[in-house]
């Protein structure tokens, strides 16, 4: 029955990550035949960095009824001078200018103009040009992850839970804290794994499993088999590379792993309008760490060009949208948060609200019913890490699935709901269903 619901793959919202073991090939590829211009958005010129290149790396749920959305982002550079790498996580729900559509969520760039659009629309968040593109379709991620004999990983906490963006409920998720071998199959359950840390916890986990793969890629048992198993790997790969180019820069893979590889995300804080969950970027931050990745001074000139696309960019802002605190807003803070919730764990005292984060997804087909739980939530001081939309009609009866510790803090709402164990020690999912009665009704 399991194995029947993971191949349900209706409107996916996760973390493909079966491209890491070719990013930084991939990179080095692209530092040898994609030498450019760098400027930035602006009119501000780097002028010529030819040791230093920008991979834009897309994990896209592709469907037979449209053309997907690119559930993963994310842009891997590498320095050819120093043989170091880096990963730049882009949120999904990041709030951007999508041309010819207006401002969108990047992940939706694709679905409007494909990986040429979503191109576009990363080179003007970052203010960089991108050198390559590399494309994976997420049905291959078994594969891919099989082919490398799978991946060790330390499993942070219990994960358990049915995704709700599958059809009927979708994927069980069931995995046990501590180290373990993960193949394709119980690798999708951590990559897919959501609960009230939202997509910021989420890229916390796909910038580990990425170390964990690479790991793997060089280690003995893979290293001597390396050309097979990327050319395995290529077939699920859509790039404008060759093969033939791959493989010539496989050697720079141990190269840039004992230099290490230093993993970013996009700066901003959460936020919510209506029912749509984004993440709302600081781009002055962003252009400044651009410009010391380039290894550029910070000068005035760059600082008042960020600045000012900063100000243009709160212009465009909806009337009423709500953006939470940045202090938690970081894969750091969450996994700092999740170590200090560990060493409390044998406390059995119910959490506060405001140390629970909370992820709100609307089932119910009520247009706003999302927006009004999470001000409902908010009030009572839980932290709201996201605002999304569920399968319309898919769920009859609400239902807030937490920790044991946890569940008195829950009992109470002004609406009817079951409360469920289940979920990290200091996060909480509430899914909206028919159930639900608005507030006034």
């Known amino acids: 029955m399991r194995k029947t619901r993971q191949k349900k793959r209706n409107y996916t919202r996760m973390k493909w990550l079966a491209a890491a073991l070719l990013v930084i090939l991939v990179a080095a590829a692209g530092a040898y035949f994609g030498k450019q211009q760098t400027k930035w958005a602006g009119g501000l010129d780097f002028g010529k960095k030819q040791h230093i290149v920008h991979v834009m790396i897309l994990g896209v749920d592709r469907r037979e009824d449209d053309a997907g959305r690119s559930d993963t982002l994310m842009v891997a550079s590498l320095d050819e001078n120093e043989g170091k790498g880096s990963l730049l996580s882009i949120p999904r729900d990041t709030r951007v200018e999508i041309e010819g559509n207006g401002y969108d969520k990047i992940n939706h760039a694709y679905a409007y103009g494909g990986y040429k659009l979503s191109q576009s629309a990363v080179e003007s968040l970052l203010g960089v040009p991108m050198d390559h593109y590399l494309l994976i379709d997420t049905k291959a991620f078994e594969r891919i992850i099989d082919a490398i004999g799978g991946v060790d990983i330390d499993v942070e906490k219990r994960m358990y839970y049915e995704d709700p963006w599958d059809d009927d409920g979708g994927l069980i998720i069931d995995l046990y804290p501590g180290e373990q071998h993960l193949d394709g199959e119980r690798a999708i359950q951590y990559v897919r794994y959501r609960d009230g840390e939202g997509d910021i916890g989420r890229i916390g986990r796909q910038q580990k499993f990425m170390k964990a793969v690479l790991e793997k890629v060089i280690s003995p048992q893979i290293l001597p088999r390396l050309p097979g198993v990327v050319e395995e790997v290529g077939k699920a790969l859509e790039t404008d590379m060759s093969l033939a180019e791959l493989l010539a820069f496989a050697n720079e893979l141990k190269q840039v792993h004992d230099h290490g590889v230093s993993a970013q995300m996009v700066p901003g804080r959460p936020a919510f ?5 984004y993440w709302i970027p600081d781009i002055k931050e962003l252009r400044k760490f651009m410009a010391e990745a380039l290894g550029e001074p910070v000068t005035e000139e760059l600082l008042a060009s960020a600045e000012k696309a900063q100000e243009e960019y709160e212009k465009d802002l909806p009337k009423g949208i709500q953006i939470a605190s940045a202090a938690e807003s970081t894969p750091e803070k969450v996994e700092e948060k999740a170590a200090k ?54 769920k009859e009866q609400t239902t807030i699935t937490t920790s044991s510790r946890n569940t008195d803090v829950f009992y109470g709402m002004p609406f009817q709901c079951i409360i469920m164990d289940g979920g990290g020690k200091n996060q909480a999912v509430v899914n909206i269903g028919r159930d639900y009665v608005k507030q006034g009704d």
Request: net charge negative.
């Open 273 to 277: 309008f209506e029912d749509v969950s």
């Open 341 to 394: 919730d560990a060493v409390r764990e044998a406390d059995d005292k119910p959490m506060k609200p405001e140390e629970i984060s909370v992820m709100v997804i609307n089932s119910s087909g009520i247009n706003g019913a999302g927006a009004e739980v999470a001000g409902i939530l908010q009030r009572k001081g839980f932290v709201i890490s996201g605002v999304e939309t569920g399968k319309t009609d898919s």
